[in-house]
């Protein structure tokens, strides 16, 4: 705990003050959520504002939101969501690229796709999210799933359920793997299913419930979401932040 740049208990030191950007960080990092949520409604503008270049160095980044997806704090990313689509100077806040020295570009999105954290996935896509977002490799959150169900067999599962999330936004699918796997069919027909596979490859159309779910939640308002999720008059087992 002496180490952490939080205490400062040496003799002689001077006291630490962060603003409530940094410590919005630290909320996050240590899932303080109410007082996350104080530092949010209180300074909705300087909570969200780049903190200081000792956390981060690219000016145009979402590093809260990042953090909040990193640390898989769902109801910190829940409020950070919100207070964005309040500001209109925020609007385009979820898509912002990460860090280009620690996460190449990534947006949130990339971020929860690579870590299979299929809650943020559905959250940060109902939210506003692209999916077609690329990052500086030119990969978009597809991408980086696809590559992971190709090149571990950790939690598959969860990497699949991100994967039916983000094909629900996608009604026109483009990424840059579609090369790879039209030259390899039969290891990503083994990956995929025979079914995924001719659907990303483009040989066949989507099924109807993947049709239907993909125009339904394009209805669906950004900011209102996931509360406009729950109002929807289908299954509870049909809507995606509802399946385990």
């Given at each position: 705990m002496r180490n952490m740049e939080?205490?400062?208990?040496?003799?002689g030191s001077r006291q630490q003050t962060y603003t409530p950007s940094e410590a919005l960080l630290y909320a996050i990092v240590h899932d303080h959520r109410a007082y996350a949520q104080y530092l949010l409604n209180q300074f909705s503008d300087g909570a969200l504002a780049m903190p200081g270049?000792?956390?981060?160095?690219?000016?145009?980044s979402a590093p809260h939101l990042a953090m909040a997806v990193r640390y898989d704090r769902k109801d910190i990313m829940a409020l950070i969501l919100q207070v964005a689509h309040r500001m209109p100077t925020l609007r385009s806040y979820m898509n912002r690229g990460g860090c280009n020295h620690m996460e190449d570009g990534k947006t949130p999105l990339h971020l929860a796709c690579e870590l299979s954290h299929s809650e943020a996935v559905i959250m940060l896509l109902g939210s506003g999210a692209s999916p077609q977002a690329e990052d500086h490799n030119g990969m978009t959150p597809l991408d980086l799933i696809l590559k992971q169900l190709r090149t571990s067999k950790?939690?598959?599962?969860?990497k699949k359920l991100c994967l039916e999330r983000l094909l629900m936004f996608m009604p026109e699918v483009r990424f840059k793997m579609k090369s790879s796997l039209e030259n390899d069919p039969q290891c990503w027909s083994k990956v995929l299913g025979d079914e995924k596979f001719n659907y990303l490859v483009g040989r066949i159309p989507g099924t109807l419930f993947l049709i239907a779910m993909q125009r339904i939640l394009s209805q669906l308002p950004p900011h209102e979401f996931p509360k406009s999720l729950d109002?929807?008059?289908i299954p509870a087992s049909l809507k995606p932040l509802m399946q385990t």
């Open positions: 939080t205490f400062h208990w040496e003799e270049e000792n956390f981060c160095c690219c000016p145009s950790v939690n598959t599962s969860a109002k929807l008059p």
